[in-house]
């Protein structure tokens, strides 16, 4: 260890190359996690292109059924649309959730009105009951709209969020008090305030709840199996359900390539709205 005298201090300043050796054992931990999570996504892939005679004889090198299995998947099983269906569904309910809890938000942090709190008792309480409880009754309404086999039944029933809600309620809450009382000084009206203050501090928020009610739509399965029997206007989940069979039996390559697939959508979106979405939980956590 080198000693430098600074203002009196004496500073001690180690070697480079031992601070480095120090972390050999942290990097191998790193790459050892990270093969064990990277494994099964690159086993998926090799099984992707394989039959099921070289799947059984633990073939670890790429076979010969991708071109096959790929016009199985995208041709006979309309994979395309069934993914259309669901990027359309995932985009509605993500953008409405985003707009209702903003709205929600404003009013429950910087509006006065007789029960707020048993309003925002309400909504707490919903966070607290899962979709399966109220499926049934969801299913009743629906039906007696005449929504089945439709985009608006698959997406009015979801497009609010208590849980949005309570994060965008959470945030206005913490954010000064001056901000909303200076936009009143300059007459600005609510929804002045809110897209002109409010939603350029709010984007790390924004991605954020994005990201999640995205892939929990993406992933939506139970739902879809109920409300939707037209396949031509179902989604990508029941569809991968639908591919475990072809021709004769069980088939685990098609399945492996259609999941692969399926996953590019939300991988997308998580990587465009990375850096908000870290900021926005990161900004959470502080508060």
């Avoid at 359309?88 to 209702?100: C, D, E, H, P, Y």
């Avoid at 942090?109 to 969801?138: D, Q």
């Avoid at 208590?162 to 300059?186: C, K, M, V, W, Y």
């Amino acid at each position: 260890m080198a000693a430098r005298e600074a203002g009196g201090l004496s500073l001690h300043v180690g070697k480079p190359g031992l601070i480095r050796g120090r972390r050999w054992p942290t990097h191998v931990a790193i790459w050892f996690s990270m093969a064990i999570i990277l494994f099964p996504l690159a086993y998926a892939a090799l099984v992707a292109t394989q039959t099921n005679a070289e799947v059984f004889s633990f073939k670890l090198t790429p076979g010969s059924g991708l071109s096959k299995h790929f016009d199985q998947v995208w041709n006979d099983r309309n994979l395309g649309r069934l993914m259309w269906n669901s990027l359309v569904q995932a985009a509605l309910i993500t953008g409405a959730k985003t707009i209702l809890s903003l709205l929600a938000g404003l009013a429950f942090v910087y509006f006065k009105f007789r029960g707020k709190w048993l309003v925002f008792f309400f909504v707490l309480i919903t966070l607290m009951m899962p979709t399966e409880v109220m499926i049934l009754a969801l299913f009743r309404i629906v039906s007696d709209l005449g929504w089945k086999d439709s985009m608006a039944g698959l997406v009015v029933p979801f497009a609010a969020s208590a849980t949005g809600a309570f994060l965008f309620r959470q945030h206005f809450a913490n954010l000064p008090r001056d901000l909303s009382e200076a936009s009143q000084i300059d007459g600005a009206s609510p929804f002045q305030f809110l897209f002109k203050i409010l939603i350029p501090l709010s984007w790390n928020v924004i991605g954020a709840l994005a990201v999640i009610q995205f892939v929990f739509v993406w992933n939506m399965y139970l739902w879809p199996v109920l409300i939707v029997s037209d396949q031509d206007k179902q989604v990508v989940q029941v569809g991968l359900q639908g591919l475990q069979t072809l021709d004769t039996g069980l088939t685990f390559g098609p399945l492996m390539l259609a999941a692969l697939i399926v996953s590019v959508p939300p991988a997308i979106v998580f990587i465009a709205l990375q850096k908000p979405f870290m900021s926005g939980f990161a900004l959470g956590s502080d508060k």
